[in-house]
């Protein structure tokens, strides 16, 4: 055994829904492992804390979007920010989490030392001073967008003159009674948006490029709420869960499989929410649904705002900005006292950290998922990159119940390091697939950072949870792929693991 044990048994970074969740697993199935979370904001819960604009809200439901262990106690499934970190922040107070964060703290580098069978890790305070921690073992809930630099569209503000706003910087104090407002995109956010704003401006345009695939549904789970009146709370979330779970799956597999019946399916909708004579190429993207993910309009929210007559689609080419608004291909002008460019997220791995191996930084883009939560010859490093067609939160338990048993056969067999061992040749073999099947732009534009991607298990990141789940829990941790050895004279060398494997 190394003579000085370093400072925590595991380092979570992120203090988000993966964080809290890696914590809240570590306390209930890796009891005598040491862990600490470092969250560079200075409050929990990641992306539900840094986004502040008008609706905020989840876009899947609060039964998959919770974790297993925690039932999902409000009576609206489609939950606003607010209710998810009264969620969170119960969850690191009951459990005892948050004693174990330490906030404020900004990871700049993360390096392994084989030798030492640690990280070191870099960090910078809010005041500007450095911190440094040592773990055997990192665990990254740091996301998958950049909190720092949203993507830039290129747009040329230069002669306008109104106020643009980005939903990632949202101005607390943003007056927006009485004002004409162009929200730039059509997704997730800006759909969110405009009916959030659309009872306070005098008019709200949501200006998209491409239109989205939308679909309404309740905010409140019938079900859920009738169950959880007639049966014990845990009962009632678990089977809501499996219900909504199952659902989801067979209404993606049916969208893949089915295309033109999935269409006909939500242009019913889009009838019955705007009626007869709403013009169908606003709502008519030129991909299939699912290539991208749906968009969620709970109670129909967004549309009950077009048919009040304070907000509208339109779909267009942006010729320039003037003085006053948005001046179109077509020669329109939608005319602005706010701009608001929904046009989304630029993806990072790694929450931009400099990660490195003996000094030598580690490239992703070269790497191999392994198990949808580690990466191929990288020793004690996990991840969470939820799910693109379910919730994140589904992702993020299997696999922090999967690196708790990780964690335990180290302890059990007194190892320190666990590499999930590919060779070269191993390599040669492996056919390559998309790492990500969707069209979405924040994707395309990013697929060039992103690992590498197997077309079969366990070299992948599958998008399939209910086989990701079995598989997670049921194949042994010590599979002959990840290997467990020790550090210093009593461990084999890297080389010699790889020609084993071979």
Not at 225 to 248: D, G, V
Not at 308 to 324: L, Y
Not at 430 to 435: G, P
Request: glycine letters at 6%; one cysteine or more.
């Amino acid at each position: 055994m190394l003579a000085t044990p370093p400072d925590f048994d595991v380092l979570i970074v992120g203090a988000g829904i993966s964080g809290i969740g890696m914590a809240a697993h570590m306390r209930m199935k890796a009891p005598h492992h040491s862990f600490a979370i470092v969250e560079r904001r200075e409050n929990l819960g990641g992306t539900w804390d840094l986004f502040r604009y008008p609706g905020i809200r989840s876009d899947s439901d609060m039964h998959t979007l919770g974790f297993d262990f925690e039932p999902w106690k409000h009576e609206r499934s489609i939950a606003d920010g607010p209710s998810i970190l009264e969620y969170l922040n119960r969850i690191v107070d009951e459990r005892a989490i948050r004693e174990h964060i330490r906030f404020g703290h900004k990871v700049l580098s993360a390096d392994f030392r084989e030798d030492e069978a640690r990280w070191h890790v870099e960090m910078e305070r809010d005041d500007g001073s450095r911190a440094h921690l040592t773990a055997n073992f990192l665990y990254l809930g740091s996301g998958y967008y950049d909190y720092d630099d949203p993507y830039d569209a290129g747009f040329d503000f230069s002669e306008y003159r109104g106020q643009v706003v980005h939903p990632q910087f949202w101005p607390q104090d943003l007056d927006y009674t009485g004002k004409k407002v162009v929200v730039i995109g059509s997704g997730a956010t800006a759909v969110t948006i405009v009916p959030a704003m659309s009872d306070k401006v005098e008019k709200i345009t949501m200006l998209q490029r491409t239109p989205t695939w939308m679909i309404s549904r309740p905010a409140k789970d019938g079900l859920a709420n009738f169950l959880r009146k007639i049966l014990p709370e845990t009962w009632a979330y678990a089977i809501t869960r499996f219900k909504n779970i199952r659902m989801q799956d067979f209404t993606f597999k049916v969208a893949r499989e089915k295309p033109e019946k999935a269409k006909e399916n939500l242009y019913k909708g889009l009838e019955k929410a705007l009626g007869p004579d709403y013009d169908k190429a606003d709502f008519t993207p030129p991909y299939n649904p699912w290539e991208q993910r749906l968009c969620l309009v709970p109670d129909s929210d967004f549309f009950e705002a077009m048919n009040s007559g304070k907000a509208e689609v339109v779909t267009g080419h942006i010729e320039r900005f003037e003085s006053n608004g948005v001046r179109l291909k077509t020669g329109e002008l939608l005319e602005a006292d706010i701009i608001i460019t929904a046009t989304g997220l630029k993806m990072c791995v790694a929450g931009k950290i400099a990660v490195s191996l003996n000094g030598e930084p580690v490239d992703f883009s070269q790497r191999f998922y392994y198990k949808g939560c580690m990466f191929s010859n990288l020793p004690n490093l996990a991840v969470v990159f939820g799910y693109l067609n379910a919730s994140w939160t589904l992702r993020a338990d299997i696999n922090s119940d999967y690196i708790c048993r990780v964690l335990n056969h180290m302890r059990a067999n007194g190892s320190d390091l666990a590499r999930p061992l590919l060779s070269p040749e191993m390599q040669a073999d492996i056919e390559e697939d998309d790492i990500y099947d969707f069209s979405s732009g924040y994707i395309q534009r990013a697929k060039d950072i992103q690992p590498k991607n197997s077309t079969s298990f366990p070299w992948r990141l599958n998008q399939e949870y209910v086989l990701d789940r079995k598989q997670m829990k049921e194949d042994p941790v010590d599979d002959g792929l990840l290997t467990f050895t020790r550090a210093g004279a009593n461990a084999t060398r890297a080389e010699e693991q790889l020609e084993a494997a071979e």
